[in-house]
C-alpha cells in the first residue's frame, strides 16, 4: 500500500507554473524551489515533521506579489494529497497535534472527511516575516484544504512571535496530517 500513496500535479495558469509531487509514506526527503523563501522554509518543515517526501518546484509573478503563487503551491499540494489518499480507506482518519515553538503554541486537527471546512485561528501581530506577508499563511492553507477536502481546526493557544507562531502551525499541521494519514492497521 505505501508505494501507490503518491500524488502528483502539474498546475499551469496566466500567473503560475507549478509541479508537485508528494509521498505520504516517505521519509521527509525534500526538494523545494517556489520563488517564495519563507514559504519553502515551511513547506520543508512539512516534509520533515510530516515525514512526508516533497517536490515543488514554482515560478510565478512574484515580481507582482506572492499571492499568487502561494496560492497555486497551496492549490497543487492540496490536490496531490487528495489524490495520494485515493479513497481514503484504512486510515486513522483524525489527526491532531499541539506544536510548540518557544513561546508560541499552536494545535491544528485535521478530519481527512473529503468536506473540506477550515477554522483559522491565528493571530499573527506582524504583516510581514521578511519579505513574506503573514495574510498569506491563511491563503495558503484555504487553498489546501479546498483541494484536499480536509476539514481542519488551527488555534493559537499562545504567541506573540510572527515566526515562531507560523512555523508552529505548520509543524503542528504536519505533525497532525502524518498521524490522519497513516493506516491503521486495525481498519486495514
Same mark, same amino acid.
Given at each position: 500500500?505505501?508505494?501507490?500513496?503518491?500524488?502528483? $500535479?502539474?498546475?499551469?495558469?496566466?500567473?503560475?507554473?507549478?509541479?508537485?509531487?508528494? *509521498?505520504? #509514506? /516517505?521519509?521527509?526527503?525534500? !526538494?523545494?524551489?517556489?520563488?517564495?523563501?519563507?514559504?519553502?522554509?515551511?513547506?520543508?518543515?512539512?516534509?520533515?515533521?510530516?515525514?512526508? *517526501?516533497?517536490?515543488?518546484?514554482?515560478? /510565478?509573478?512574484?515580481?507582482?506579489? #506572492?499571492?499568487?503563487?502561494?496560492?497555486?503551491?497551496?492549490?497543487?499540494?492540496?490536490?496531490?494529497?487528495? @489524490?495520494?489518499?485515493?479513497?481514503? @480507506?484504512?486510515?486513522?482518519?483524525?489527526?491532531?497535534?499541539?506544536?510548540?515553538?518557544? !513561546?508560541?503554541?499552536?494545535?491544528? $486537527?485535521?478530519?481527512?472527511?473529503?468536506?473540506? %471546512?477550515?477554522?483559522?485561528?491565528?493571530? $499573527?501581530?506582524? !504583516?510581514?516575516?521578511?519579505?513574506?506577508?503573514?495574510?498569506?499563511? @491563511?491563503?495558503?492553507?484555504?487553498?489546501?484544504?479546498?483541494?484536499?477536502?480536509?476539514?481542519? %481546526?488551527?488555534?493559537?493557544?499562545? /504567541?506573540?512571535?510572527?515566526?515562531?507562531?507560523?512555523?508552529?502551525?505548520? @509543524?503542528?499541521?504536519?505533525?497532525?496530517?502524518?498521524?490522519?494519514? !497513516?493506516? *491503521?492497521?486495525?481498519?486495514?
Amino acid at each position: 500500500m505505501t508505494s501507490a500513496r503518491k500524488g502528483e $500535479i502539474h498546475r499551469v495558469t496566466g500567473e503560475t507554473n507549478v509541479h508537485v509531487c508528494i *509521498d505520504i #509514506d /516517505g521519509h521527509g526527503k525534500c !526538494e523545494i524551489n517556489t520563488g517564495i523563501a519563507f514559504l519553502d522554509h515551511m513547506l520543508h518543515q512539512i516534509a520533515s515533521h510530516g515525514l512526508i *517526501d516533497l517536490q515543488i518546484t514554482a515560478k /510565478g509573478d512574484t515580481h507582482i506579489d #506572492d499571492h499568487h503563487t502561494n496560492e497555486d503551491v497551496g492549490i497543487a499540494f492540496g490536490q496531490a494529497l487528495s @489524490k495520494a489518499l485515493g479513497d481514503r @480507506k484504512g486510515i486513522n482518519r483524525f489527526g491532531h497535534f499541539v506544536a510548540p515553538l518557544d !513561546e508560541a503554541l499552536i494545535q491544528v $486537527i485535521i478530519d481527512c472527511s473529503g468536506r473540506p %471546512h477550515l477554522e483559522f485561528g491565528l493571530n $499573527i501581530p506582524t !504583516e510581514r516575516i521578511g519579505n513574506y506577508e503573514t495574510e498569506l499563511v @491563511k491563503e495558503f492553507f484555504i487553498a489546501v484544504i479546498n483541494n484536499s477536502g480536509l476539514t481542519m %481546526h488551527i488555534r493559537q493557544l499562545n /504567541g506573540t512571535n510572527s515566526h515562531h507562531i507560523v512555523e508552529a502551525c505548520f @509543524k503542528a499541521f504536519s505533525r497532525a496530517i502524518r498521524m490522519a494519514t !497513516e493506516i *491503521d492497521i486495525r481498519r486495514s
